[in-house]
């Protein structure tokens, strides 16, 4: 019984470059919500998405960032062209449905560090 | 503009001794609260809830308090034991109120260190 599994655990990218992170929700599961901490911050939602579907991205920055959910596979979370200020530990959640009362499960996060 | 505020970065008590982890709100929309737990390294755990048509919630050594005319809630671990040592989230959301019922905001955090 996995919970949810995010990769890569740590991802280093340069400047311009591009960050893909992956996230596989909890079986069963198929709502999955990103939050991103920047460092001595607390976790900020980014985006809400259900199979092939975005529900909410007003936590996105409105450019380089982009979400999806597809039908099959992982969730992936990028960002394009990265910058110094996209250096933050990016958590995935999952829940069998929205506002489930029990809380996310969250996943370990990636931490991106752009060099 | 910080709508979930915990004031006391870190807090240090002693093994068996009482913890209290507060935190405070602003937007009156919220109306349910989590807290969770954190270890390094390792994505956030939930603990516990309470929904705003309560003021107390309890799970074993964790109760919650929830003040609504205060809007401050408060975390108490008893007795507190040294594997409880972490940092604990306080999150907001706006589940019956007509707001995003899937949305957390969260507080900075605060960083427990219970001490053998």
């Known amino acids: 019984n996995a919970g949810v599994m995010q990769n890569p655990r740590h991802l280093v990218r340069r400047r311009g470059q591009e960050a893909r992170l992956r996230c596989s929700p909890m079986?069963?599961?198929?709502?999955v919500y990103w939050y991103r901490q920047l460092p001595e911050e607390g976790l900020k939602f980014m985006v809400y998405?259900?199979?092939?579907?975005?529900?909410?991205e007003s936590g996105m920055p409105k450019e380089r960032f982009s979400a999806e959910f597809p039908k099959e596979g992982p969730s992936i979370l990028r960002i394009q062209q990265v910058v110094r200020g996209d250096s933050a530990a990016y958590f995935c959640?999952?829940?069998?449905?929205?506002?489930?009362?029990?809380?996310?499960?969250f996943g370990s996060g990636t931490r991106l560090t752009v060099v | 503009d910080q709508q979930v505020k915990q004031n006391s970065p870190s807090l240090s008590v002693q093994e068996g001794r009482i913890s209290i982890l507060n935190c405070d709100y602003t937007?009156?929309?919220?109306?349910?609260f989590l807290w969770y737990k954190k270890y390094p390294a390792e994505g956030p755990t939930f603990l516990i809830s309470i929904s705003s048509i309560k003021d107390k919630n309890e799970d074993g050594r964790f109760t919650v308090f929830l003040n609504k005319s205060a809007k401050h809630l408060s975390l108490h671990i008893v007795p507190s034991q040294p594997g409880d040592s972490a940092v604990y989230f306080c999150?907001?959301?706006?589940?019956?109120?007509?707001?995003?019922?899937?949305?957390?905001?969260f507080g900075k955090g605060t960083l427990l260190t219970v001490n053998p």
């Open positions: 998405l259900q199979k092939e579907n975005i529900i909410d």
């Open positions: 937007n009156s929309m919220f109306d349910y």
């Open positions: 999150a907001a959301s706006a589940r019956l109120s007509g707001g995003s019922n899937y949305k957390l905001t």
């Open positions: 079986k069963g599961h198929s709502h």
């Open positions: 959640a999952s829940s069998p449905n929205a506002g489930y009362s029990h809380g996310y499960t």
